[in-house]
Structures are given as C-alpha cells and as structure tokens.
Nanobody, 119 residues
C-alpha cells in the first residue's frame, strides 16, 4: 500500500505563508506525477499544482504567481510553498500521486492537512 503523508498545515493570517511537505515512498517518487489538491467546505476537490519526475510544473489559475511546487529528491518530498495567502485559500490540502500505464491507472491520496487563512 502506497502511503503519502502531508504535514505543515495550520492557521495563518492573510498575506502570510506556509510550506507543507508531502512525503512519498521512494518507489514512486521519481516516476509518478505528484500533485497538491484542495477541498474547501461544501466544494469539490480541485487541483492546486502538480510536478512531474522531471520537474515540469502545472498550476491552477487562482494560485499562479503565489504558490510554488518543488521536489526534494534527497528527502523524497514535494513541497507546496504558499505565499500571499488569502481567506479563499482555506481548505484541506491533499497530496496525490498519479501514473498511467497501458493496463491501467494508479492514483494515491494522502490524508490531508488543514490550512486556515484568517485574521
């Protein structure tokens, strides 16, 4: 069973920063697309950012210019650096690992970490 572990959430004031990491097993870290998603109360889960094993990144429009996703290959972690946080960024943030093979797709999720932006 693949286990993804998020941490580093918390309460932060508007304009503040957080940098939660996602720890992934070495067996999938380099070959899966690792992503961050979020789910606010009463809303569907949505993409925040993804990064491939080669370092190619993709961001959702609401976070472009404020969030940065990076890989630490020594630690097998993917960090989500969040700057200029807004109240609308409040959500549970989930780590995801995804890879498609010719015979099927593999999709793993972490348990989530709460981020609350409030004064």
């Amino acid at each position: 069973q693949v286990q993804l572990v998020e941490s580093g959430g918390g309460l932060v004031q508007p304009g503040g920063s957080l940098r939660p990491p996602c720890a992934a097993p070495e067996s999938i870290f380099s070959t899966y697309v690792i992503g961050w998603y979020r789910q606010a109360p009463g809303k569907q889960r949505e993409l925040v950012a993804t990064i491939t094993g080669g370092g190619t990144t993709n961001y959702a429009e609401p976070v472009k210019g404020r969030f940065t996703v990076t890989r630490d290959n020594a630690k097998n972690t993917v960090d989500l650096k969040m700057n200029s946080l807004k109240p609308e960024d409040t959500a549970v943030y989930f780590c995801n690992a995804f890879r498609a093979f010719s015979w099927g797709r593999y999709n793993y999720w972490g348990q989530g970490t709460q981020v609350t932006v409030s004064s």
